[in-house]
């Protein structure tokens, strides 16, 4: 691990607690010279009423209300930066956890998890402590829906190659990283996908009654209305037109009211939202990217037509938080009597759902690639001493590594072992000890496989890999609810990988210790059946065993099997691993050490 990395974390969050307290001084600045503004109101009443000047309060009051409203428009400003650098601050305090802890504040993608998926429930992709929760850092739920699915399956070679390239893109942007992080930060605990509720909103029209003639109508009624309202002081028999307009334009307003609940019922909850959209939006268009997959997403923000998806969201939010206004009762009343606004507002937002709602749905859909890649070149970042998997071509099997080790073992516990399979096929039985590493380096090759073909980088010096088809058989356990023993869900799991070998090409598995669930002679046979089945079929992988019968099928198999083993050293009494991978079968069992410590002494018979 790189100190440089986390020297960069511990800067960005001195920095953001700067601008924090800045930030909250301006604020609270603000809020101070907002209740100024309040009292010169009650002030320029007073002095209106005293000397019965209506034309000093309306010039005093439209002065008075814009320096106000400026004034809130800055306030909301300066609070929405000191947002930004909270959310900036948690996610560098969020990398360097991850580092020395393997924490996170993202999802860990428990949702995902499925005891019958060829190998996540086995390798620990998904759930607490998982490699997800390594990796994950997207927010929204399209991000996170799409990271799941990079680890749930391998890609093709060019999509593999087409990632690592935008990865080391984004790796190279830290800072864009970091910042897109913290403004997407918002979306981090919410329960429900506030998207999915806005797409459908976009797709679904909503009726205006006499929406032909009220659009015209809401230009040109509130102009007669100002010039009433105006004339009225020259002329007071105008004013019965102005009375006559804005009982109209309530009426109007009334009729409509249901068109107007149905906006509101979505778009009115998510103006805000929408802003910060548009923040990130235009982060991602300003932003100079080189990798082709990298350059696709962000042309997906830019539609055709050219126009910045950033100031078209803008505009959206701009239109939602403007029909909002309404919320205030005597603020509404209102602009609905003088501006037709709840109409006006509503056409509006419905003009924008005809001209650009497609665009914008893709445009989405860009931002969680974007949330994916992020992810992966987190660990591009934090891990600089792991490796870009190579690809291998080859009609058999590749997969060597040089130090792999476990992504999920911190760096000062793990042991990496070398492993080499190259463009072959074989069946490569481990044997040894309890506790020796057997399970741990079955999973280590597993999960960085998966790893390297998500287009991620893997925990190893060195690494190369064919596209292949995990499938493991590793923790197998029974089931009250679907009343399944543990040898009857070991036979499933036994089917559901002779399945896969028939159905699909490139099936590479991992097994540990098969049939437990059984007496040891049927353990023994039925194992020697199952791997002389997969032999006879040329299938590829790995399975480790404590029956050392099982390593005698090298012998049978010379030209197909491999022994490979874990050992331990007994020094006074005393075991001793060293965790690495050796050739050949094992000679040293711990079994009967490891019970007389629990008091129990055992005899050969």
Not at 406 to 416: C, D, M, Q, S
Not at 551 to 570: C, G, H, M, P, W
């Amino acid at each position: 691990m790189s100190t440089n990395v986390l020297s960069v974390y511990t800067q960005n969050i001195s920095l953001s607690e700067q601008q924090i307290k800045y930030y909250q001084q301006r604020v609270n600045l603000f809020s101070v010279l907002r209740l100024v503004a309040f009292g010169c109101l009650l002030a320029l009443v007073y002095w209106s009423v005293k000397i019965g000047s209506l034309g000093m309060f309306a010039i005093g009051a439209v002065a008075i209300g814009a320096v106000f409203n400026w004034l809130v428009g800055q306030q909301n400003q300066f609070d929405k930066q000191r947002n930004y650098y909270e959310s900036f601050k948690a996610v560098n305090q969020n990398e360097i956890e991850s580092v020395n802890a393997h924490t996170n504040i993202y999802d860990n993608g428990q949702a995902y998890a499925d005891d019958k998926h060829f190998y996540t429930a086995d390798l620990d992709i998904f759930g607490q402590a998982s490699l997800y929760q390594l990796t994950n850092r997207a927010a929204t739920v399209p991000g996170k829906n799409l990271l799941a699915r990079w680890l749930k399956a391998p890609a093709s070679k060019p999509d593999i190659l087409s990632r690592q390239e935008a990865i080391e893109d984004i790796a190279s942007k830290t800072g864009w990283k970091l910042k897109m992080q913290a403004m997407l930060l918002f979306n981090n605990k919410q329960e429900t996908d506030e998207l999915d509720r806005l797409f459908s909103y976009l797709n679904k029209p909503v009726i205006i009654p006499g929406e032909a003639w009220l659009r015209y109508y809401v230009k040109v009624a509130p102009w007669i209305m100002i010039v009433a309202i105006v004339a009225s002081f020259y002329y007071a028999p105008v004013k019965h037109l102005a009375t006559f307009l804005g009982l109209l334009n309530f009426a109007i307003t009334g009729l409509t009211s249901k068109a107007t609940q149905q906006t509101d019922l979505i778009a009115g909850r998510i103006g805000n939202t929408l802003k910060s959209y548009a923040d990130i939006f235009k982060s991602i268009e300003e932003e100079q990217w080189a990798a082709k997959l990298s350059i696709a997403l962000a042309q997906e923000i830019k539609p055709a037509n050219g126009r910045s998806t950033a100031l078209v969201v803008a505009k959206l939010s701009a239109h939602i938080n403007s029909l909002n206004a309404r919320l205030n009762l005597v603020v509404g009343f209102v602009l609905n009597v003088v501006l037709v606004w709840n109409v006006r507002y509503v056409i509006a937002i419905e003009d924008w759902k005809r001209n650009n709602h497609e665009n914008v749905e893709a445009a989405f859909g860009a931002i969680a690639g974007f949330e994916a890649l992020l992810s992966v070149a987190g660990l591009r970042i934090n891990h600089p001493e792991w490796c870009m998997p190579q690809i291998a071509e080859g009609a058999d099997y590749t997969l060597t590594a040089k130090a792999i080790a476990h992504p999920l073992i911190k760096g000062t516990v793990a042991v990496a072992n070398d492993y080499t399979l190259v463009n072959t096929r074989t069946v490569d039985i481990i044997t040894g000890s309890n506790m020796a590493g057997k399970s741990t380096f079955l999973r280590t090759l597993g999960i960085n496989t998966v790893l390297a073909l998500a287009g991620a980088p893997a925990c190893a010096q060195a690494m190369q890999v064919s596209v292949v088809q995990l499938f493991s058989y590793m923790r197998i356990k029974d089931s009250l609810n679907e009343s399944t023993s543990t040898f009857k869900a070991e036979l499933d799991r036994l089917q559901m990988l002779l399945q896969a070998v028939e159905e699909q090409p490139n099936i590479f598995f991992l097994i540990d210790e098969m049939l437990r669930g059984t007496n040891s002679v049927d353990k023994y046979l039925g194992s020697k059946a199952v791997i002389e089945r997969l032999v006879s079929r040329r299938e590829v992988g790995l399975v480790a065993t404590h029956d050392l019968q099982l390593a005698e099928l090298e012998k049978q198999y010379s030209d197909y099997i491999r022994n490979f083993y874990f050992d331990i050293q007994v020094q006074d009494g005393e075991m001793l691993f060293d965790y690495k991978l050796k050739p050949g079968e094992c000679k040293t069992f711990n079994a009967s050490l490891l019970l007389e410590r629990i008091g129990i002494k055992t005899q050969a018979e």
